[in-house]
């Protein structure tokens, strides 16, 4: 499996980018968001997503790891491939994407080029819950309130099991009293508040 790429962009082409690995070009289907982002001849390093099918070996490549995290989330959704994928990630930002899948935005998800009403219904359904931690980072007020200890516990919590948006809860219902305590306490708090 290709997981990363690093090399010089030698080719800009619709829809993807041929990057010159050590006198090797591979072809990669990025984004609009991403294309954009990328310097021609100048080195470049691209996570990779390495889809192979009977007929042909493609590489999906993306300038952050959100970027791919979505589209891997996106691939996972029934009758959504790799490359309907990428499309909708040329059509909306991952963050974008996160918060109106949360929210349950479907007026705002058909005004992005590829996704249907039953698509984009099918999209709220299966990832409301896997983008909840995307779409929480998004939004003005948690960006402003959310302070280096609150997202450790809420990444502690998630890492001991709890679904992202029984975290995200947890956390906010504890903000007033995260001052002057450590992660320890707090999780403790956090961990007696969840089980009742």
């Known amino acids: 499996m290709i997981a990363r790429l690093e090399g010089a962009v030698v080719e800009k082409r619709e829809g993807s980018v041929v990057i010159d690995v050590?006198?090797?070009g591979y072809l990669v289907h990025v984004s609009a968001t991403c294309l954009?982002?990328?310097p021609p001849g100048e080195r470049v390093r691209l996570r990779t997503y390495q889809h192979v099918r009977e007929d042909a070996l493609d590489l999906f490549g993306f300038a952050t790891e959100e970027e791919e995290a979505v589209f891997r989330e996106l691939i996972g959704v029934k009758n959504v491939g790799p490359r309907a994928a990428q499309n909708i990630l040329s059509?909306?930002?991952p963050r974008d994407l996160a918060t109106?899948?949360?929210s349950g935005d479907v007026a705002r998800l058909t005004k992005?080029?590829?996704i249907g009403k039953k698509t984009a219904e099918r999209l709220v359904v299966e990832l409301?819950?896997?983008l909840a931690t995307l779409a929480l980072a998004a939004s003005p007020r948690a960006t402003a309130a959310k302070g280096g200890i609150a997202e450790q516990l809420e990444q502690a919590l998630v890492g001991l099991g709890y679904r992202p948006q029984q975290a995200v809860q947890a956390v906010e219902a504890m903000a007033g009293s995260t001052e002057g305590r450590t992660l320890d306490e707090l999780l403790r708090d956090a961990l007696k508040r969840l089980r009742g």
Do not use: C, H, M, S
Request: charged share 20%; glycine share 16%; net charge neutral.
């Open 22 to 24: 050590n006198g090797v």
């Open 112 to 114: 992005v080029p590829g």
């Open 100 to 102: 109106a899948v949360a």
């Open 36 to 38: 954009a982002a990328l």
């Open 128 to 130: 409301k819950d896997r």
């Open 91 to 93: 059509g909306i930002e």
